[in-house]
């Protein structure tokens, strides 16, 4: 069975730095999709950014970028030059390519942006 | 505006009161999905649909129906409600094939449920 693990429940960051959530999975399959999801204290669900598994050049959306490592199963989120908007919940989420609509979501990370 | 909604957005009801939470969606799309998320665990699949009539158990199933009798419909039905099923449930859709297919989910703005 597929598994998505995010070890930091909670993250602070300054405003203008840089900060990293990890996230790693576990899967048999080789042809997948990973995301990043961001959910402010709307709760509303956001997608952030998405990598095809297949495709090695690590995705990039403006400030976020993602540092994809097939082998190793690690999918972490950078968030370059951050701001307080950027503050919420970030969840990690896996699907495989084709068939079903299945997708295996971490247990997500806080993040804290510091004026 | 493409848009999934959901009714009603916070409940409060009590044990063994059947009810059911709405989710509707103008997209067209073919997939559906109903998620639970509670704190720490973080959002967990319940149920899926991925056409008329046809629905399969995601990760947390248990004490929950649903059904897809029309393609822009798909109804959370808890026959029993017990306190465990305290939570905040939100509702996709995506499409099953074209260009956006591969990423773009979509999702209604979630409903409080509180179960006495």
């Known amino acids: 069975a597929q598994t998505v693990t995010q070890s930091q429940p909670e993250m602070s960051v300054q405003e203008a730095e840089t900060v990293t959530l990890s996230c790693t999975y576990d899967?048999?399959?080789?042809?997948?999709?990973l995301f990043w999801y961001k959910q402010p204290p709307s709760r509303q669900m956001i997608l952030v950014i998405r990598?095809?598994?297949?495709?090695?050049q690590n995705a990039t959306e403006n400030r976020f970028s993602v540092n994809f490592q097939k082998a190793a199963k690690s999918f972490s989120l950078k968030i370059s030059d951050s701001q307080l908007g950027d503050a919420a919940m970030y969840f990690c989420?896996?699907?495989?390519?084709?068939?079903?609509?299945?997708?295996?979501f971490g247990t997500g990370t806080r993040l804290k942006v510091l004026a | 505006e493409a848009q999934v909604t959901q009714n009603p957005r916070y409940l409060i009801t009590v044990t063994g009161k059947k009810l059911t939470v709405t989710c509707s969606q103008n997209?067209?799309?073919?997939?559906m999905s109903w998620y639970r998320q509670d704190p720490g665990l973080g959002l967990r699949q319940i149920y899926y649909?991925?056409?008329?009539?046809?629905?399969d158990k995601g990760d947390v199933p248990e004490g929950y129906k649903v059904s897809r009798k029309e393609k822009r419909n798909f109804p959370l039905i808890l026959e029993s409600p017990s306190p465990n099923q305290t939570s905040l449930y939100f509702c996709?859709?995506?499409?099953?094939?074209?260009?956006?297919?591969?990423?773009?989910?979509?999702f209604g703005p979630g409903t409080r449920l509180t179960v006495t």
């Open positions: 649909s991925m056409n008329v009539e046809v629905t």
């Open positions: 990598q095809e598994a297949y495709k090695q």
């Open positions: 996709a859709s995506r499409r099953s094939s074209g260009e956006l297919s591969s990423y773009e989910q979509y």
């Open positions: 899967t048999s399959e080789s042809d997948y999709y």
């Open positions: 997209m067209n799309h073919e997939y």
């Open positions: 989420a896996y699907r495989r390519t084709s068939g079903t609509y299945k997708y295996i």
